[in-house]
């Protein structure tokens, strides 16, 4: 049994789909060699920079997300560069979503999903020495 991949990604300077292609891939199990579909897998993806990450073209000004509060005109929009400059933790997540399976295993596979704006420090260089 596998005990699941550890992966770090810098999204700065990276097409936003590209990376959440890679990402989902990861999520999924599908780059190990053990991977079933029907199975959670255990790895974890931490991705850090999110606010440096790039899209082409005119996207950042033409893609909307759009959700409705369910009251009538209650349809809200929300460009892409909006969303990015707000919290840019939630379009990763967001592509990333849509590239997972629809399926129950979703949400479980997202809280394998690490999301931070800027640098993160890990834990790498302190393991294993004592806090003296």
Known sequence: MNKGIEQTVDASGKILGRL?????MTLQ??????????????????VYNTD??????????QKLYRHHSGYPGGLKEESLERMLLRD????????????????????????NLLLYKGLVVTKIATRGQSAA
């Open 20 to 24: 959440a292609g890679e990402i989902a």
């Open 29 to 46: 199990g599908k780059t190990t060699p053990d991977f079933d579909p029907a199975r959670l897998s255990k790895n974890k993806v931490t």
């Open 52 to 61: 440096r990450i790039r899209v082409t073209g005119k996207k950042s000004l």
């Open 88 to 111: 840019s933790r939630v379009a990763v997540r967001h592509a990333v979503t849509g590239m997972l399976p629809k399926n129950r295993l979703r949400p479980r596979m997202l809280k």
